[in-house]
């Protein structure tokens, strides 16, 4: 089946600029978590939503915000970009009940 | 969730075991015990998970003492390929709905 699948791979945008990523979940998954990974800080974890609510969020400012639609893919969206905000962003989907979570690719942003 | 504690890193030889321990003093009654594998700009992968005593699959062997308060990832007869950042993770009590927390990994170097 299918995996995690996230749009786009790669990505620049200029500071001040905003962004919005995509995750497609497994099929059936409705639990679908955001992280973010840089050098200097490593995984953290940014927000997860479980049919279209936000369950839980991590320390990050209101800047970074995520929303799942119905067919649970779900967009992150960052607002007024920093040069911090580069860093890989992880999307993982997990089936409700289950205990392991699967990653996407991730989307490599670049803030210039 | 509980916070663990694993080697920043370790180098082995080709065709040798490997052995990465992680502590989880504070591991919940219902929490799991999950290792991932991550390689630079991919996603984590999900490796192994146990609750106690010891678990196998086709990649690895999970070891968990009685107590719990820490967890063996032994991986057989490694390669160059196994390369990467190995993450234990504890939690997963709560079927989906939690922030997994990533400490800083473990870097595995093979030596060829």
Redesign the interface.
Known sequence: KAGVTQTPRYLIKTRGQQVTLSCSPISGHRSVSWYQQTPGQGLQFLFEYFSETQRNKGNFPGRFSGRQFSNSRSEMNVSTLELGDSALYLCASSLEGARGYTFGSGTRLTVV | LAKTTQPISMDSYEGQEVNITCSHNNIATND?I?W?QQFP??????II?GYKTKVTNEVASLFIPADRKSSTLSLPRVSLSDTAVY?CLV??SN???????????TRLTIIP
Not at chain 2, 41 to 46: E, H, I, L, M, N
Not at chain 2, 98 to 105: A, C, M, N, V
């Open positions: 799991y999950t991932y700009s991919q996603g984590p992968r999900f998970q993450y939690g997963g079927f989906g709905n939690e922030k997994l927390t990533f400490g800083t990994g």
